[in-house]
């Protein structure tokens, strides 16, 4: 077997069962990685210097298809239903002896990283991949170990990733021919059946999910940045609600851009890179992440090019609108060196609202941050995804990150109720979505506005402000704020039409009630009372 780059000097492939490979590239560098990845035919390179890729069919995850296995040592722990569903040791055993027999005689790429930047907490991981390009996105996106630690680095967990090895569906008990399988007790994951590099990020989020819990310290799917102040705050948000856009500010340092923890020394970063959405990129409205997109090192899935030039339209969106670029976080400028920050001042939760009926921003009660963090809320909008109708798709997510959660949602929301009691954070809903109408017949909150609010939230203005309650939701809204116009801040005056404000957001407050029932046995009265329900 050839080797190549730094492997660990124990530890090997053999006892991971990998056997007879034609070759083995371990630790490859970045450039490395390009050339591997240009000469097998997996990706081009573009005008900039970024890497492009196309994922084929698979632009996005693929939740259905993940797997726990039910084994004795997890099982009183995972919150089995839709989300978290089992799979038997036998079924698994299966899938992964078909892995590696499956890559005897072929390439493998290696990286050996640490997820979690405090030390304390860090998860070494392998990461173990068919392509050149899918090792050089694991390499992107954890935090590289320095190279004395390669000489004793004993990975905790594996991630075996092989996109083209496809299941068979309700034959090997799957529900496609995709496959992302957890075995906590074997402490492996294994993916195949998809290109979509995300997978690999949100297979070590969700082992982070299940194990620090257990720690004391609450994982978070959201985004963290520092003021000059040493302020701390984290951004909360499903995909499209602009957690990464917002929290790569130019005047406030990053920590990262979407997955975070909370433990009793601050709020640390879990990985060495961001992976940002790139559909409509504007490098007036998003300088920094607009500039990772013409740089060696960046990876960009599904963008379409000109195939003669290599010029990108990042407005294209005939791929998918899913169209992403994966870059080290030290690409961009005002980047936390170490990944740490104390404890958060603001938290913000972020919902893009395409019924255009939520306050574009409103200050929380604990009581009901605990509502809105269980509830999760965001709205897709029609025509961007394959599947949804002619009208806005209300999604409840718990946590903002439900597919990544293998404990109960009650574990992590009474953590964040803890420790924002705790730590006297204030919190902040924050509506990205609709203004003057929904989505089709209003517009795109303006991001020069979204930017002033959380601004004028961060720096303490609006908590100088006066408030009024909103009659649907209860949600205490500024009268005003510096740089936004005050009509906007109520959503009913941007309607021209204030008869269906009123049913819309009638609508969905009923949307909201029916979603929390899952709770309200699990919660406080307080939090209950904290709900949507319409102001007294």
């Known amino acids: 077997m050839q080797i190549t780059g730094t492997p660990a000097s124990k ?23 390009y050339e591997a990845a240009i000469r097998r035919g997996e990706a081009v390179l573009g005008a900039g210097g970024a890497l492009i890729t196309n994922t084929g069919k698979h632009t996005g995850r693929a939740p259905k298809d993940k797997f726990f296995v039910d084994e004795p040592g997890s099982r009183g722990d995972i919150n089995w239903g839709e989300v978290n569903k089992p799979i038997d040791q036998e079924r ?58 390669l000489a004793h680095f004993e990975p905790q967990f594996t991630i075996m990733n092989v996109p083209n090895l496809m299941g068979r569906g309700a034959a090997d008990g799957l529900a496609s021919e995709t496959f992302i399988l957890v075995d906590m007790a074997k402490r492996i994951v294994l993916i195949g059946g998809t290109s979509y590099a995300g997978e690999i990020k949100k297979s070590v989020f969700t082992l ?13 799917h959201c985004s963290a940045n520092i003021g000059q102040r040493g302020d701390v705050a984290i951004f909360f948000g499903l995909s499209g609600t602009g957690k990464t856009t917002l929290s790569a500010d130019s005047t406030r340092t990053l920590i990262g851009d979407d997955e975070h923890g909370w433990s009793d020394n601050g709020v640390f970063n879990f990985e060495g ?78 919902t893009a609202d395409a019924f255009g009926v939520l306050p574009p921003i409103s200050q929380l009660t604990p009581e009901q941050a605990m509502y809105h963090f269980l509830s999760g809320y965001t709205a897709r909008v029609a025509g961007t995804e394959k599947g949804l109708g002619s009208e806005p798709q209300a999604t409840f997510s718990t946590c903002f990150g439900a597919p990544f959660m293998p404990r109960h949602p009650i574990i992590y929301a009474e953590m964040l109720r803890d420790r924002i009691a ?73 309607w021209a039409d204030k008869g269906a404000y009123d049913s819309t957001a009638h609508d969905l407050r009923g949307r909201f009630e029916a979603n929390f029932k899952q709770f309200e046995s699990h919660v406080p009265e307080k939090v209950r009372a904290a709900g949507v329900r319409a102001a007294a």
């Open 208 to 220: 982070l999910n299940y194990l620090l819990p257990a720690r004391g310290v609450l994982p978070m």
């Open 273 to 350: 890179g961001c992976y940002a959405k790139v559909i409509r990129l504007s490098r007036e409205a998003e300088p920094e992440i607009y500039a990772t997109t013409e740089r060696f090192g960046t990876i960009l899935e599904n963008v379409v090019f000109d195939p003669e030039t290599r010029h990108l339209d990042l407005n294209d969106a005939s791929l998918t609108e899913n169209t992403r670029a994966s870059y080290p976080i030290e690409f961009i400028p005002n980047m936390s060196l170490d990944g740490t920050g104390g404890h958060p001042d603001n938290v913000v939760m972020l």
């Open 422 to 494: 705790k730590h006297g954070a204030k919190c902040w809903l924050v509506n990205t979505g609709w203004s003057g109408g929904k989505a089709g017949v209003g517009e795109r909150m303006k991001i020069a506005y979204t930017r002033a609010m959380v601004a004028a939230a961060l720096n303490g203005t609006l908590a100088q402000a006066g408030v009024r309650q909103d009659p649907n939701f209860g949600l205490l809204v500024p009268e005003n704020c510096p740089d936004v116009p005050t009509d906007v801040l109520d959503p009913r005056q941007t």
């Open 11 to 33: 530890h090997g492939l053999d006892t991971h069962g990998l056997l007879n490979l034609k070759a083995a590239h371990w630790n490859l560098a970045t450039a490395a990685l």
């Open 92 to 149: 698994f055993d299966i899938m992964l002896g078909r892995a590696l027999a499956y890559l005897q005689n072929r390439e493998v790429f290696v990286q050996d990283c640490f997820a979690g930047a405090d030390p304390a907490y860090r998860l070494p991981v392998r990461v173990i991949t068919e392509t050149a390009w899918h090792n050089l996105f694991a390499r992107n996106m954890f935090i590289q170990p320095k190279r004395e630690e």
